[in-house]
């Protein structure tokens, strides 16, 4: 049996924010791991997808770049095994998964897509938010300004602005839900999941998590949590992800973040092996 030559593109830095060290490392483990299944894997940075022509025709990836998920997307049509595909990557930009997720009707807080060039008072007080979430809806959240809390519609007025300058031009603006804060890891067709709470761990991105609290502990239905992760990685086409959720007081689980191969960081050395297995099993199936 011929050995299979896999391309493997690391993410460029100034998509890791303060995760440049974790994103790598489970790279490397990956391909440590695909290695030991016995394939042959080319490593390249972000910037190699643009500049130069690869020629493996399959394709794993921690991709951010927009010209790089446009190339990849390139590529998919023309017959690469790409994993995450570079659809299920933008699909994952804020805008797109929240109408992906809501359309789909997988668990999620109440959400209201807004312009930024516009006042979003009225839209909040019809909807009721008052303490909310103000995310970029364009992109992946890459600067700790990209997602902010806001206690009332004037606030709200204020990031919008920021924003326009910033030259985003929409919003998605979540509802705040009060409860615990758990982060989550998962791989597709595979036994592994992983979930713990940031609180207890001190594990940040940007240090907002501090708004939930710490974790109380609310009992919640771990099999119904993974179902529905399994679900929402389904919509949006991708088969490495992380995310997070709320879990209010009465148990329920929504999900208010779902991202397309994140760090692992808190348990990369257990996932490593689940992932290299899986970009296998799809690359060969």
């Known amino acids: 049996m011929s050995e299979l030559v896999i391309a493997g593109i690391r993410r460029g830095n100034q998509f890791s924010p303060n ?17 030991h299944l016995g394939c042959h894997v080319n490593e390249y940075i972000e910037s190699d997808l643009i500049t130069q022509n690869i020629q493996e025709k399959s394709i794993f990836n921690m991709v951010r770049d927009w010209q790089s998920i446009h190339k990849l997307q ?49 839209e909040l007080e019809k909807a ?66 992983y979930w713990f709470y940031p609180s207890n761990l001190h594990h940040s991105k940007f240090g907002l998590e501090i708004i939930n609290g710490t974790a109380k ?13 399994s679900d929402a990685a389904k919509v949006l086409n991708i088969h490495i992800y992380g995310g997070d959720c709320i879990v209010s007081e009465n148990g329920s689980i929504r999900l208010i973040d779902f991202n397309d191969w994140p760090s692992f960081a808190p348990c990369r050395n257990d996932a490593a092996p689940y992932i290299a297995k899986r970009i296998r099993d799809l690359i060969t199936k």
């Open 19 to 35: 995760h440049i060290g974790n994103d790598a490392a489970i790279f490397s483990l990956v391909t440590e791991h695909l290695r």
């Open 74 to 122: 390139k590529m998919e049509d023309e017959g690469y095994t790409v994993i995450n595909s570079g659809y299920g990557i933008e699909n994952c930009t804020r805008e797109k998964m929240t109408r992906l997720l809501m359309s789909n009707h997988i668990s999620h807080p109440r959400s209201l897509i807004l312009p930024t060039n516009e006042d979003p008072t009225n």
């Open 128 to 193: 009721g938010f008052y303490n909310c979430w103000i995310k970029r809806g364009d992109f992946h959240a890459i600067h700790r300004e990209d997602v902010t809390y806001v206690r009332n519609p004037e606030e709200a007025k204020s990031i919008l602005k920021e924003y326009a300058i910033r030259g985003i031009p929409n919003v998605v603006i979540n509802e705040h839900l009060v409860g615990d804060l758990i982060k989550f890891y998962g791989v597709t067709n595979s036994d592994f999941f």
């Open 217 to 229: 502990g609310i009992p919640f239905d771990e099999a119904m949590l993974r179902q529905t992760c």
